[in-house]
Every structure is written in structure tokens, then in C-alpha cells.
Nanobody, 115 residues
Framework: QVHLVESGGAVVPPGASLTLSCPAS????????MGWYRQAPVNERDLVAI???????NYADSVNDRFTISRDSAKNTVWLQMNNLKPEDTAVYYC?????????WGQGTQVTVSS
């Protein structure tokens, strides 16, 4: 079993920065992609950013140039640095990884951007 626990969500004003972190624990073998998704009320869960084992990244257009994803494969941890946050970034952010063809999700952390 693999466990993902996100942290770092908060209520912040527009323009602020936050860093989300997500360490993975449990029986972990050959983690492939790690990433972050988000889900706002009445919306579907959407991709924010993903990072491959070799460090290749992919971002949603709405966060490109503002968010940065990084990982430490030795520590099985992924981070999401979020700068210049906007009200439309308000959502529950979920950590995600794929290991041996199985997808795992964290429980989510709330990010609220409001003045």
C-alpha cells in the first residue's frame, strides 16, 4: 500500500506564494510519474503539473510560468511551488503518482486565494 499526504494548503491573498509538499510512504517500487491535480467546486479534477523520473515536466496552460513542480526520487517526495496566486487557483490540490502501473492519490489540501 502506498500513502500520499499533502501539506501546505492555506488561505492567501492574490499575488501570494505557497509551496505544497507530498511525501509518499509505504511499499513503493519504481515510481513513474508524480504530479499535482486540482479540483474546484462543481469542476472536474484537472491536471496542474506532472514530472517524470528524468525530470521532464508538463504544466497546465493556466499555471505555466507561475507554478514549478519538483521531485526528490530518493525521498519519494514531490513539491509544487506556486507563485502569483490568483482567485481562480482556488481548489483542493491532490498529489498523484504512478507506481508499477497503479495510480495513487492523496487526500488533498485546500488552497484558497481570496482578498
Amino acid at each position: 500500500q502506498v500513502h500520499l499526504v499533502e501539506s501546505g494548503g492555506a488561505v492567501v491573498p492574490p499575488g501570494a506564494s505557497l509551496t505544497l509538499s507530498c511525501p509518499a510512504s509505504g511499499f513503493i517500487f519504481r515510481i513513474n510519474v508524480m504530479g499535482w491535480y486540482r479540483q474546484a467546486p462543481v469542476n472536474e479534477r484537472d491536471l496542474v503539473a506532472i514530472i517524470s523520473p528524468d525530470g521532464g515536466t508538463n504544466y497546465a496552460d493556466s499555471v505555466n510560468d507561475r507554478f514549478t513542480i519538483s521531485r526528490d526520487s530518493a525521498k519519494n517526495t514531490v513539491w509544487l511551488q506556486m507563485n502569483n496566486l490568483k482567485p481562480e487557483d482556488t481548489a483542493v490540490y491532490y498529489c498523484h503518482l504512478v507506481s508499477r502501473g497503479i495510480a495513487y492519490w492523496g487526500q488533498g489540501t485546500q488552497v484558497t486565494v481570496s482578498s
